[in-house]
């Protein structure tokens, strides 16, 4: 079985920073993709970041210049850097993951999200 286990979710003042980490665990043979999304009260989920295994990044326009997403291959484990939050960052944040557990297969797995406020 895997999982992608989320933390570092919380209440934070606008303008501050928080830090997401995602770990996989489970009979993985590998991962390729790992990104974040985020499904803010009321609205669709949607892509946040992505990081694919040699490094590529890809970002939201919405966070260009205030999040860094990053992985550690050998921890299994993606990171997603939060500054200068806002009240409009409020969201569930939900790690992705492209997976392959016999080398020759591949699909996404969710994690259970994390809960990020944003607010005085």
């Known amino acids: 079985q895997v999982q992608l286990v989320e933390s570092g979710g919380g209440l934070v003042q606008p303008g501050g920073s928080l830090r997401l980490s995602c770990a996989a665990s489970g009979s993985i043979f590998s991962i390729k993709g790992m990104g974040w999304y985020r499904q803010g009260p009321g609205k669709q989920r949607e892509l946040v970041a992505t990081i694919r295994t040699g490094g590529p990044t890809n970002y939201a326009d919405f966070v260009k210049g205030r999040f860094t997403i990053s992985r550690d291959n050998a921890k299994k484990t993606v990171y997603l850097q939060m500054s200068s939050l806002q009240p409009e960052d409020t969201a569930v944040y939900y790690c992705?993951?492209?997976?392959?557990?016999?080398?020759?297969?591949?699909?996404?797995?969710w994690g259970q999200g994390t809960q990020v406020t944003v607010s005085l």
């Open positions: 992705n993951a492209e997976i392959s557990l016999y080398g020759y297969d591949s699909r996404g797995y």
